[in-house]
C-alpha cells in the first residue's frame, strides 16, 4: 500500500467502500458524571484497516477532494446505525451528521428516519451531532433541517464547541439540547486555570440555555474530577472508555462524592458561581498586597490561603484607605498582611444552595454582598463568588419559579414538571410517578362553595409536601385537583399509604358535622340529576419509570394517567400500581 496513493485510485477505492459498505463502526460511551453510568454511546467510523482510508481523517479528507462526502455521510449513518441495533447497546445514539449535508438544496430529512424505522431504533433515543469538517454557510437552511429533525423526536447535539467555524453562531442560532466541548479545552483541564475558566462559561450559558454540556477528551482522573466540580453533565474520552466494535454496558469510573443535596436534580449551587481570582499567604507582605491589587483593578478582595485553607479576607477599599495614612507604607509595608485580613469572612461549601447562601448573606453584614464569599470543598479552597452573580441567579430562580408556579397552591406546574421528567429520563435515573385526583370533587364545590375547595387543594399540596423527601423527590400540581409526585425515594409506597391515611382524617375537617356521620351528602350530579356523594377521597395512580421503559416525558405522563384512571375504578381512597409493562402507552396526555 502507498503512503499517498492517486486520487484516480483513491475514488475507486472510496467508490467501493461505500458501495460494497465497507465501512466499520466503533463507539465510544458518555457517561454521567452523577453516577457514572453510561448515557449513551457516540458512533464513530473506521475504514478498512488495510486501506490508506482506514484513518477517518484520510476518509473524510479524501470524500471532501473528490466530491463524495454527502455520499459519505449517508453510508456512514447507516453503518452506525445498524451496528448499534446489532449491539442491543442501550441509552441514546449520538449520530454525527456534516452540517453541509442536512443544508443541501436537495436534502431529504426522510432519509436517516427510513434507515432507524429499518433498523428498528425509535428517533427518539437519536441525538444528531452536528460534526464541523467544513464552515456553515446557510444557516436558515440547516435550521429548517433540524426543525425537521426535531419534529421527528431526535435531539440536537453540537460537536467541538470552540474548534469549529462557527460554533458560537451555531449554538446561538441552533439551540442545540446538547453542547460537546472541544478535547483541546478538557485535556490539561486539573492544571490550565484558563481553561477552567472557559469551561465554567460554557457551562454558566448552557445552565441559562437549557443545553447540557459533554466534556470530551478526558484521559486523567484529574481532569474528570474538575469537570464534575464544574458541574458538567457528561464525560467522554480514553480515560472514560475507548472506542470499540464491541463497547462495554458498565462503567467503573471513580467519581467524587457528592452532597446529599445534590441528589436534587437542577439544583443551583454555590459552585456554579465560582470565579478565579488570585490568592495570597499571611505571610505575604502590605506592600505586595497593594501591588496586586495595582494589578487587579477589577478584584475587589483578596483570599487569603494557608495550606489551601481560606483564613481570612482583604478588601481594596480598606488595604488602599489603610496604607492612604502618613508613612503606613513605611512602617507596615514590610510586615504580614494578616493583620489587615478579615478573619471572619464568609465561607460556604460549593455544595451549598442557591436558596441557602442568600440566606447567609442577607443575615452577615452587607460587605458579603459587595465584596464576595470564598467557596470551598471540605474545606478547601476552591475560588470566590461575588454577591452581584447571586443577586441575579437567585432573581432568575424567583422569575422562573413565579412564572411557572401554580398560583393556588404555589406549587411547580406543568412546565417545570416536564422538564424534571425530562432530566430524569435523559439521565436514565429510575423514578416512580404518583398521579394524585380528588374524587367528587365537583359536587363538593357545588355545596360547599370555590372558597371551600380551594381550601382542600391546599390541604392537599400541604400533605403532599409533608410525605415527601424535600433533598430527592418532586412535587407538582398539575391544574385543579390534579397533582404529581415524582419519587425518587424507594419507600414510596408506605408514603403514598401515609398520605391516604392522613387525608382521610383531615378532610373531614372541611365538611359539616351532619355529613360526617352521614358519611355523604346530597348534591347534582353532572347530569342535574340529586344523588348522594361519599365524602371526598383520593385516587393515586402509580408507574415505576423505568430505564429504558420510556423516552419522553408524554409517555410517563400518559401511562400514570392511565394508572390513575385504573385507581378512580375503586370506591374510597385507593392506590393503584401499574404492574404490567406498557411499551411506549398511548392514553390521554395530561402534561
Known sequence: MTANPSLEILRQELENIIRQNLLTALFQPIASTRDGEIYGYEGLIRGPSSSFLHSPINLFRTAEKLGCLHALDFACRKTVIQA?????????????????????????????????????????????????????????????????????????????????FSSLRLWSELKPEFVKIDKYFIQGLACDAQKRQFVRSIQHIAINTGARVIAEGIESQADLQIVQKIGISYVQGYFIALPQAHPPRKLNLNLLEKDPRSGVLNEQTAGQLLVEVPTVSPRQSGAEICRIFSKHPQIHALPVIDDHRPVGLLRRHEVIEYFSRPFAHELYGNKPCKALMDCTPLIVEHSTSLQELSQLVTAADHRHLADGFIITEQGHYLGMGTGHDLMRAITELQIRAARHANPLTLLPGNVPIQEHMEVLLAEQRPFTVAYIDLDHFKPYNDVYGYARGDSMIRMLGELLLGIADPQIDFVGHIGGDDFMVLFRSSDWKSRCQSLLKEFEQRVKSLFEPEHVLANSYSSEDRRGVVQNFPLSSLSIGVIEARKDRYLTHHEVAAAATHAKHLAKGKQGNSLFVEQRKVEHPSAELVL
Request: charged share 25%.
Open 84 to 164: 448499534f441495533v446489532k449491539e442491543e447497546l442501550a441509552g441514546r445514539l449520538f449520530l454525527n451528521v456534516i452540517p453541509s449535508c442536512l443544508a443541501e438544496q436537495d436534502f431529504k430529512p426522510g432519509a436517516t428516519l427510513a434507515l432507524l424505522n429499518a433498523a428498528g431504533l425509535a428517533p427518539q433515543r437519536v441525538v444528531i451531532e452536528l460534526t464541523e469538517t467544513q464552515p456553515t454557510h446557510d444557516y436558515a437552511l440547516l435550521k429548517e433541517a433540524l426543525l425537521h429533525y426535531r419534529d421527528m423526536g431526535f435531539k440536537i447535539a453540537l460537536d467541538d464547541l470552540g474548534e469549529g
